[in-house]
């Protein structure tokens, strides 16, 4: 018998944080794991995906026939309009979020510290173009969600005490969805509580790949 899969596979999380979609929505999906969000949205939810390089009203991604180099997200990807999709420049974009007017990001992370810091910009000594609007995002939209794997290829944790690498930003993540469960923090609280197991992941599994102090039960 074939050992069962444990874990959520990463279009299984994306589709896991598309549950926290709600009616009415505009949310801002980050590079990675998160874009692949927009194939999951509910039935029935109507939300509107805004991208800071000036697009409001993403699609899903494109199929084959339907691939348009000229239309791109934030990451560079090809996307989709809807018959709702508007364009604008990049200042209008950033003003949408600085002043507060997206209600949820989701994004990817590389640490995740034990109080909500988030680092998911660069690595000391390694090539970057910049941090792009992540700073923005985690400073000025209603709720952020982190979306990554539980552990990194050495199958060390990146839900950790404290971050090492650079922050993008503090005391600013609400929820973290990994490959191995959910965790949230309610406001006003400082540590973050074990939620939710994905599929075959024991209690202690994840406590084993988990450094930050979290509340388990």
Not at 117 to 143: E, R, S, T, Y
């Amino acid at each position: 018998m074939a050992d069962l899969k444990t874990g959520w596979t990463r279009d299984q999380m994306a589709a896991r944080a598309a549950q926290e979609l709600e009616d009415g929505f505009y949310v801002n999906l980050g590079i990675g794991i998160p874009t692949l969000v927009a194939n999951h949205i509910p039935d029935g939810v109507n939300v509107t995906l805004q991208s800071e390089n000036g697009m409001l009203g993403m699609g899903p991604f494109p199929t084959e026939e339907e691939i348009d180099a000229d239309l791109i997200n934030a990451g560079k990807q090809t996307i989709t309009t809807l018959p709702k999709s508007s364009f604008f420049d990049s200042a209008t974009s950033f003003a949408m979020i600085r002043g507060g007017h997206i209600d949820l990001s989701i994004l990817g992370a590389m640490e995740i510290s034990e109080e909500g810091d988030i680092a998911n910009w660069m690595i000391p000594g390694k090539m970057v173009k910049g941090m792009g609007g992540a700073m923005d995002l985690v400073a000025g939209v209603k709720k952020c969600i982190a979306l990554f794997d539980h552990t990194n290829k050495r199958g060390e944790s990146k839900f950790i005490k404290t971050c090492s690498l650079p922050l993008t930003g503090q005391k600013c993540i609400h929820m973290v969805i990994t490959d191995l469960g959910v965790f949230d923090r309610a406001e006003g609280q400082t540590r973050f509580r074990l939620r939710e197991l994905a599929p075959h992941v024991t209690l202690e599994e994840i406590k084993a790949k988990t450094e930050a102090e979290v509340i388990w039960e």
